[in-house]
RNA sequence: GGCGACAUGGCCGAGUGGCUAGGCAGAGGUCUGCAAAACCUCGUACGGCGGUUCGAAUCCGCCUGUCGCCUCCA
């Protein structure tokens, strides 16, 4: 088994990842509050712990991985004030708070899904948690931690000596540094809601023993976390912005309520940028990865594949943040599609048999496999280097270009075929052969270019120049593109 | 103000003290009826000032700048 470096933010170091239990990694990442629609700062979330998932069943872990999906309506402003973002939203689209949830859940799903990213083994609902929301309240009541008041309940950071340690805050400066005036029911301004009672034009509301009312945005992680993970999980992810106060809050409750480390490695992907600033739903600025598919955005001038998108977002690490440019957009997507074309070109050549070029010379010198593999893992082993791994795949790929190009073969081309249709597909997800073909596959698309190609190619044996391009300029009228080459003539659809 | 990051060649972006990251763009070349595409070759950069060291982009200190969190947020 491979031994893999993570960077835990909680130590701020790298550690040797162990698990918990020999061969299984349980993994809880914070997912999206749904009353809106993905943006390319959840892609890079996502498909950065997408990758850690892969990497580690690749590896031969089996592996757990939970994400929420937060439907409960946490308030828009400050924990005490402000309106409910679920009924916010079903307000200005005149529909339900469950069909706000339904709606932008799916939609999640659709976006995360077209930038391949594998959907959790669980994706639990904060709503349909409630119970269990409600059990650990009562728990942290019962041994100190929290206390009622009002209808509300809150915890009580003074009870737990070690809040802070994620997030390197000390109670003093919390209390020295709070904005907002102490709220009248809370102990200690630090305390943060657990429940919320629910006042009459609250919808999203549930009975419990304190009285109507809804749970705090901290709580459902802990509770849903524990319940598929047990009381302690491996790896807990998330964005950066949220390990304070949410990731510390999430710890205090469950440390609290379990007297046991809650995260053995917590995981933060860093931002992205756009000139310079965070991308965020509350700062206006978001590009949505439905705008980015379709190019309807103002900074936007074209639309982006979620094929460029997520090998945009590879290049760098996820604890760096992302700027995004168009022009940063641009030469990911050139490099991309220089790399599908290097991976393409090596799937075509091992998939046209062994025997089909075997008299144009195969060349023999075996492709240095080993070296790729153990480079790669070296690379993913520390702390996930996606963008490191790709350098070395362009490095190493690279002079097997010209190879194939003069027509000969690795002998090994059918192993390293192999190799990288596991490497680049089903860990890095940056190539899917066949895929594109689906769509044109109703009509003999293949059979019908190959006669225009043969007329073209007689025309240009007799030299009749003007039908050879009036051909090409025809089809490129079309969107297809001709391209000529010593081995014979390709067509491409842009 | 407190806590925490980051500053790399035209752009993006890795980087474990000494050995070319990589990509994009650009330049030259090969091929080609033309075009396009392919392929080959080419860039010695690490915010500033000190320090440690035989040697620092990499370690330490100071300075400057940018950003994140401290309120919902991936």
């Given at each position: 088994?491979?031994?893999?470096?993570?960077?835990?933010?909680?130590?701020?170091?790298?550690?040797?990842?162990?698990?918990?239990?020999?061969?299984?990694?349980?993994?809880?990442?914070?997912?999206?509050?749904?009353?809106?629609?993905?943006?390319?700062?959840?892609?890079?979330?996502?498909?950065?712990?997408?990758?850690?998932?892969?990497?580690?069943?690749?590896?031969?872990?089996?592996?757990?991985?939970?994400?929420?999906?937060?439907?409960?309506?946490?308030?828009t402003d400050d924990a005490d004030e402000g309106e409910d973002k679920m009924a916010k939203q079903s307000r200005i689209e005149r529909l339900e708070p469950m069909e706000i949830a339904e709606k932008y859940t799916y939609r999640y799903?659709?976006?995360?899904?077209?930038?391949?990213?594998?959907?959790?083994?669980?994706?639990?609902?904060?709503?349909?948690?409630?119970?269990?929301?409600?059990?650990?309240?009562?728990?942290?009541?019962?041994?100190?931690?929290?206390?009622?008041?009002?209808?509300?309940?809150?915890?009580?950071?003074?009870?737990?000596?070690?809040?802070?340690?994620?997030?390197?805050?000390?109670?003093?400066?919390?209390?020295?540094?709070?904005?907002?005036?102490?709220?009248?029911?809370?102990?200690?301004?630090?305390?943060?809601?657990?429940?919320?009672?629910?006042?009459?034009s609250h919808i999203m509301r549930w009975d419990s023993p304190w009285g109507e009312g809804f749970p705090g945005w901290h709580v459902e992680c802990s509770a849903m976390a524990t319940k598929y993970l047990g009381e302690t999980i491996d790896i807990h992810g998330g964005g950066l912005e949220n390990k304070f106060p949410h990731h510390e809050c999430e710890i205090a409750q469950c440390e609290g309520a379990h007297d046991a480390p809650f995260v053995r490695y917590w995981m933060h992907n860093n931002m992205v940028t756009l000139n310079g600033q965070k991308m965020g739903k509350s700062l206006g600025n978001a590009i949505t990865l439905e705008q980015f598919f379709t190019g309807s955005h103002e900074l936007l001038s074209r639309e982006w594949s979620p094929g460029v998108i997520r090998f945009f977002l590879l290049q760098s690490h996820y604890r760096s943040?992302?700027?995004?440019?168009?022009?940063?957009?641009?030469?990911?997507?050139?490099?991309?599609?220089?790399?599908?074309?290097?991976?393409?070109?090596?799937?075509?050549?091992?998939?046209?048999?062994?025997?089909?070029?075997?008299?144009?010379?195969?060349?023999?010198?075996?492709?240095?496999?080993?070296?790729?593999?153990?480079?790669?893992?070296?690379?993913?082993?520390?702390?996930?280097?996606?963008?490191?791994?790709?350098?070395?795949?362009?490095?190493?790929?690279?002079?097997?270009?010209?190879?194939?190009q003069s027509g000969k073969t690795p002998s090994n081309i059918t192993e390293l075929r192999d190799f990288l249709e596991i490497f680049c597909g089903d860990v890095l997800g940056i190539w899917h052969p066949g895929e594109a073909g689906e769509a044109g596959s109703a009509l003999p698309i293949d059979g019908v270019m190959q006669i225009l190609l043969d007329l073209r190619q007689s025309a240009r044996q007799n030299k009749d120049w003007a039908t050879a391009d009036r051909i090409r300029d025809r089809l490129a009228e079309l969107g297809i593109t001709i391209e000529d080459g010593p081995g014979g003539s390709t067509f491409k659809l842009s």
């Open positions: 088994m491979q031994e893999i470096q993570i960077f835990n933010t909680l130590s701020r170091k790298k550690e040797t990842f162990t698990p918990l239990n020999e061969g299984f990694v349980g993994i809880y990442v914070c997912g999206p509050t749904v009353y809106g629609d993905p943006h390319l700062g959840h892609a890079k979330s996502y498909v950065s712990f997408d990758v850690v998932v892969r990497y580690f069943r690749y590896l031969g872990y089996r592996v757990r991985y939970v994400q929420n999906i937060t439907d409960v309506g946490h308030l799903f659709r976006d995360m899904d077209r930038l391949h990213v594998l959907r959790p083994d669980i994706s639990p609902r904060a709503t349909g948690h409630i119970p269990e929301q409600i059990a650990m309240i009562k728990k942290l009541i019962d041994k100190g931690h929290a206390y009622e008041a009002g209808g509300n309940v809150y915890f009580d950071v003074t009870s737990m000596p070690d809040y802070g340690k994620l997030s390197g805050r000390t109670l003093d400066e919390a209390e020295a540094g709070a904005r907002v005036g102490v709220s009248s029911d809370k102990r200690n301004s630090a305390d943060f809601a657990l429940w919320k009672r629910a006042d009459e943040t992302t700027d995004f440019s168009e022009k940063a957009l641009e030469s990911a997507e050139s490099g991309y599609l220089n790399m599908t074309g290097i991976l393409d070109a090596i799937q075509g050549t091992a998939g046209a048999g062994s025997g089909k070029n075997d008299s144009s010379g195969v060349s023999g010198t075996p492709f240095d496999l080993q070296k790729l593999r153990n480079g790669l893992h070296t690379c993913m082993n520390d702390d996930f280097n996606t963008a490191k791994a790709i350098g070395l795949l362009f490095e190493q790929l690279r002079p097997l270009k010209s190879v194939l």
